[in-house]
């Protein structure tokens, strides 16, 4: 079992920058798959970015090379760091675990409760 909390999450104004943390708890974190999603109000759940084991890193195309996602197996906590804001990045932000990969939620084991992040224009 795998327990994920997600802290950072908050108002800014288009063109800032947020960094959120997963704090993960449980056995074997470096062996697992690291993600984030998002979700809007009214739309699906999308895959925004995922970190394997190896360090392999997958972005959607809307947030390359803004966001940067990172990992500290020390600390059991991965990262997203969020730069140049947009206000359709404005969404609940969760971090998800497996120990397999992709960008489907359903590959998914575990969840966050999520963050709000809000992107003011």
């Known amino acids: 079992q795998v327990q994920l909390v997600e802290s950072g999450g908050g108002l800014v104004q288009a063109g800032g920058s947020l960094r959120l943390s997963c704090a993960a708890s449980?056995?074997?974190?470096?062996?697992?798959?690291l993600a984030w999603f998002r979700q809007a109000p009214g739309k699906e759940r999308e895959f925004v970015t995922a970190?394997?084991?190896?360090?392999?890193?997958t972005y959607v195309d809307s947030v390359k090379g803004r966001f940067t996602i990172s990992r500290d197996n020390a600390k059991n906590t991965v990262y997203l760091q969020m730069n140049i804001l947009k206000p359709e990045d404005t969404a609940v932000y969760y971090c998800?675990?497996?120990?397999?990969?992709?960008?489907?939620?359903?590959?998914?084991?575990?969840w966050g409760q999520g963050t709000q992040v809000t992107v003011s224009s």
């Open positions: 998800a675990a497996t120990r397999l990969y992709g960008s489907s939620p359903s590959n998914y084991d575990y």
């Open positions: 449980g056995r074997d974190f470096s062996a697992y798959a």
């Open positions: 970190i394997r084991w190896s360090g392999i890193i």
